[in-house]
């Protein structure tokens, strides 16, 4: 899981700039999503999507949670991904972010307390400006660090000795990269390495005009960003190393990887394809992301599919082909994809939801819902009301809005957000 990468930074899906061989490499041995999606706009929900296998809005978690929220993933309410698999015989490891708890003393819903085997690296402090290079004060669950260490390479190093420690037996990782999240830092090696290659492309001295030490977070509302490229080069070069140790212990073929990313860019810095908007906002440009998903046993290599699917259906896919099954009576949310991986049989499902009243951030103009039926998604603003209806298939930047001329389907969508909503308890904004 990357944190903030945005639908258009990999090299399979069209960035020319930032630099990623071996994620393109697992999407030609596997199958790339282009109608992937996260269960919220911003990171904690879509988290809570994924461990619980609910839609965030039912888990109460629909915002990142800050320094001031008292929400936290109640262990008591939800038998987590983890759990269930455990259940079914594995062995259960998180590296890294898990962000659905902020009180750290009491850690009333942190990893431990939802049944994680191993928990390693996992935050202590809140931790949304960045804590990149050792030593580190937001990370106090590594025990040591060299000078200059990186936190991505300490993680995917991480990553791969807990696959050398339980490769006799079933396991689940959930590596949790911090990155490519603003701030941006990156060693200063590879930051020179894409500044050259900016350079390159837009003359002289520009990427340093444009991203250096006088822009403190180094950003700048531009496509190709040297600091981000870095980040992600560390993303890739430590899947490759997880790809290699996979490779080298017999592992590979019976083992599902899966690379996704929790929201959509940030503004200001993403390069998000082309879709609209960014982080916070429920437009594309805000919930598609990357997906790949590489299992050689079973899913046909170089494969690309244009079916969309969401955060919570990760919950079911991993627990169907692990053999396992959901506790008794527990709501899930998302459907499996195994028999489409494996067989190629399609999903019935053609509605997606999201909810997003910003209780956190309480940026008014962003709150909202959305539905995704077939091709067409229709946006609901509470703020300003109205509602906003684009045909995804023939307009995926949402350009175009069909509301005044499509009042049938407008009406339509609403009823199934309205009913959606009222089912799953979603929290009204506070405006």
């Known amino acids: 899981m990357a944190d903030d990468l945005g639908w258009g930074e990999l090299g399979c899906y069209g960035n020319s700039f930032n630099e990623t061989p071996n994620l393109d490499k697992l999407a030609t041995q596997g199958i790339k999503f282009t109608n992937a999606y996260a269960a919220a706009p911003v990171c904690s929900p879509t988290r809570a999507g994924l461990i619980t ?31 269930a698999l455990g259940q079914a015989g594995y062995r259960t490891g998180l590296v890294g972010k898990w962000h659905l708890d902020t009180n750290y003393n009491q850690s009333i819903g942190g990893p431990e307390k939802h049944g994680f085997h191993e928990v390693i690296g996992s935050e202590t402090k809140y931790i949304a400006d960045g804590d990149y290079f050792f030593p580190y004060d937001k990370i106090s669950t590594f025990a040591a660090g060299s000078k200059d260490e990186y936190l991505t390479d300490r993680q995917s190093a991480e990553a791969v000795k807990f696959i050398q420690r339980n490769k006799a037996n079933p396991f689940f990782l959930y590596l949790s990269y911090y990155s490519v999240h603003t701030a941006l830092e990156a060693p200063e090696d590879l930051v020179s390495k894409y500044k050259k290659k900016f350079d390159a492309k837009y003359g002289a001295g520009e990427a340093e005009k444009v991203f250096g030490e006088k822009n403190k977070k180094h950003q700048a509302k531009h ?49 998000n394809g082309g879709l609209r908007m960014n982080k916070t906002w429920l437009y594309e440009g805000g919930i598609r992301e990357p997906l790949i998903m590489r299992l050689p046993s079973q ?75 077939g091709d067409y998604k229709l946006i609901q603003f509470y703020a300003t009301p109205r509602v906003e209806l684009f045909n995804l298939k023939a307009d995926p930047s949402e350009k175009t809005n069909l509301a005044e001329k499509m009042p049938e389907k407008v009406a339509e969508l609403q009823k199934l957000l309205d009913a959606w909503k009222i089912e799953v308890k979603a929290e009204q904004p506070a405006i």
């Open 53 to 83: 296998g609910q839609y965030p809005a039912r888990v109460g978690i629909t915002d990142f949670m800050g320094t001031k929220t008292d929400r936290a993933l109640d262990p008591a309410k939800y038998v987590t991904i983890n759990e």
């Open 223 to 271: 496509l190709d960003n040297p600091y981000l490229a870095a980040m992600l080069e560390r993303i890739d070069v430590g899947v490759g190393s997880i790809m290699k140790e996979l490779e080298q212990n017999g592992l590979a073929s019976n083992t599902l990887v899966v690379f996704y990313s929790d929201n959509g860019g940030a503004g200001g810095v993403a390069n």
């Open 299 to 373: 899913i046909k290599a170089g494969t690309k599919t244009d079916l969309p699917v969401t955060t919570m259906d990760f919950y079911p896919t991993f627990l169907e082909l692990a053999k396992g099954k959901p506790a008794a009576g527990y709501k899930l949310d998302g459907i499996s994809l195994a028999p489409f991986l494996t067989k190629g049989e399609q999903p019935t499902r053609d509605t997606w939801y999201w909810h997003y009243p910003s209780e956190t951030g309480n940026w008014k103009e962003r709150m909202s819902s959305a539905v995704r039926k």
